[in-house]
Nanobody, 115 residues
Framework: QVQLVESGGGLVQAGGSLRLSCAAS????????MGWYRQAPGKQRELVAT???????NYADSVKVRFTISRDNAKNMVYLQTNSLKPEDTAVYYC?????????WGQGTQVTVSS
């Protein structure tokens, strides 16, 4: 089992920044990759960014250049630096991790961007 706990969400004005954090615990050795997803009201959950154990990253087109995913393996942490935030970035942001068997989700952290 893998447990994920997100933090760092909040209310920010358009153009602002937030740094989201995800703390992983449990069977961390089994994790192959981690990432961030988001879900806005009335919309499906969508991929924001992923990072593999080797450090390869992938981003949704809508956040490229503005968001940066990183991980600190020594601390079992994954981060999402969000810059130049837009009202359309408003959503619950979820941390995700996967191994060879299944994926795991955190409880989510709310990001609200005011115009």
């Amino acid at each position: 089992q893998v447990q994920l706990v997100e933090s760092g969400g909040g209310l920010v004005q358009a153009g602002g920044s937030l740094r989201l954090s995800c703390a992983a615990s449990g069977s961390i050795f089994s994790i192959n990759g981690m990432g961030w997803y988001r879900q806005a009201p009335g919309k499906q959950r969508e991929l924001v960014a992923t990072i593999t154990n080797g450090g390869s990253t992938n981003y949704a087109d809508s956040v490229k250049v503005r968001f940066t995913i990183s991980r600190d393996n020594a601390k079992n942490m994954v981060y999402l630096q969000t810059n130049s935030l837009k009202p359309e970035d408003t959503a619950v942001y979820y941390c995700h991790a996967y191994n060879n068997v299944r994926g795991y989700w955190g409880q989510g952290t709310q990001v609200t961007v005011s115009s």
